[in-house]
Nanobody, 125 residues
Framework: QVQLVDSGGGLVQAGGSLRPSCVVS????????MGWFRQAPGKERVFVAA????????YYADSVKGRFTISRDNAKNTVYLQMNTLKPEDTAVYYC??????????????????WGQGTQVTVSS
């Protein structure tokens, strides 16, 4: 089994920054790709970014390209999502997730088997 614990959300003004993190424990060998998703009130959960543990290749949703950066620290089994120039429309619960397939460009949540509990990000205008 794999356990994910995400944290680091909060309340920030528009234009500000936050850096949620996700600590992975358990059978980490099953988590070849890590992703971040978000779910705004009344909306579906959508893909934000993904990173491969080995090599660090990344992939982003168009809506966050140039503003968000996903990174990982292999020694700490931790994945980060640096979020800059935040907008009110970025307000959502952010979830980290693990994709055992190793394919980086799978944006559907159905390819992610393990999920964190979510961390709230609120951006005020």
């Amino acid at each position: 089994q794999v356990q994910l614990v995400d944290s680091g959300g909060g309340l920030v003004q528009a234009g500000g920054s936050l850096r949620p993190s996700c600590v992975v424990s358990g059978r980490t060998s099953s988590t070849h790709v890590m992703g971040w998703f978000r779910q705004a009130p009344g909306k579906e959960r959508v893909f934000v970014a993904a990173i491969r543990w080995s090599g660090g290749s990344t992939y982003y949703a168009d809506s966050v390209k140039g503003r968000f950066t996903i990174s990982r620290d292999n020694a700490k089994n931790t994945v980060y999502l640096q979020m800059n120039t935040l907008k009110p429309e970025d307000t959502a619960v952010y979830y980290c997730a693990a994709n055992p397939s190793g394919v980086l460009f799978m944006t559907s949540q159905t390819f992610y088997d393990y999920w964190g509990q979510g961390t709230q990000v609120t951006v005020s205008s």
